[in-house]
């Protein structure tokens, strides 16, 4: 319904000569058959009404647009909203008001992967957690595993039998946290002596796979990296806790 353009104005100057307010007795059992209420007491209720008529105008006036959106389709186009309880994740928010709490809350982890050459011929060491001076957030750790063939299961390392090109870690009991996928990842460090590596992360069946190519995306078996060789990879994932 549109607003109208006029509202009643009776005695705007509420002039005590022309307005009385009938008894509280009266005003609960209201005119009876018969009776005829002095016009004082109709200028009352119609001065009344006038009175609230214009503050509710006042009121609703400086409601805004949002006020008269329907409440399950509400549109938020400007403006800000500051001092209120943090939204919850099941609420579409964070639960948090700082970014390391969001991003736990969240489950987003960043982890760095260190590879470095195995002790044995055609192995090589692998740990995850911080390492180099590099401090992630929401760290997945596991500990260093030495001398991890193609083919072995190695802690929560596991290298793939036939080509070596793929090495995942688990989320078995002491393993990393079930991921949900990976945001992104990168080859933040390479001594491996091995020329145009590149590297690939995914997440699949609780597991977070690491792939190494060339340039040309051909399979490089990471065993073949230098002695002393090593590489890091930081890798941010999302996990379900």
């Known amino acids: 319904m549109a607003k ?14 022309k307005i009385e307010a ?31 008529v214009e503050y509710l105008e006042d009121l609703t006036d400086g409601l805004g647009t949002m006020s008269e959106q329907d409440a399950d389709s509400v ?13 919850a994740v099941a609420d579409g928010g964070t639960g948090a008001s700082d970014a390391p709490t969001a991003a736990a809350h969240l489950g987003i982890r960043s982890s760095l992967l260190v590879i470095e050459d195995g002790t044995n011929a055609d192995t090589i060491k692998a740990e995850l957690g911080n390492g180099n001076g590099y401090q992630g957030f929401n760290v997945d750790t596991l500990a260093q595993v030495d ?7 190695s802690g929560h390392f596991y290298l793939y039998v036939a080509t070596g090109h793929i090495l995942y870690m688990d989320s078995l009991a002491g393993g990393i946290h079930v991921p949900a996928g990976v945001l992104s990842s990168e080859l933040v ?46 890798i941010n994932y999302i996990t379900n806790s």
């Open 4 to 17: 109208p353009t006029t509202k009643p104005e009776w005695i705007p100057d509420s002039d005590p000569s």
């Open 189 to 234: 460090y390479d001594d491996s002596g091995i020329t145009g590596l590149r590297i690939s992360c995914y997440a699949y069946n609780e597991k977070i796979y690491v792939l190494f190519h060339s340039e040309g995306h051909t399979d490089v078996d990471i065993t073949t990296i230098k002695s002393s060789g090593r590489i890091e990879i930081l």
């Open 75 to 87: 549109a938020i186009t400007g403006g800000s909203v500051t001092g209120i309880t943090d939204l």
């Open 147 to 153: 001398n991890i063939a193609k083919g072995d299961t």
């Open 22 to 52: 009938p008894s509280a007795s009266k005003q609960n059992t209201g005119w009876l058959s018969g009776e005829k209420p002095p016009y004082q007491f109709f200028n009352w209720f119609w001065n009344l009404v006038s009175k609230w």
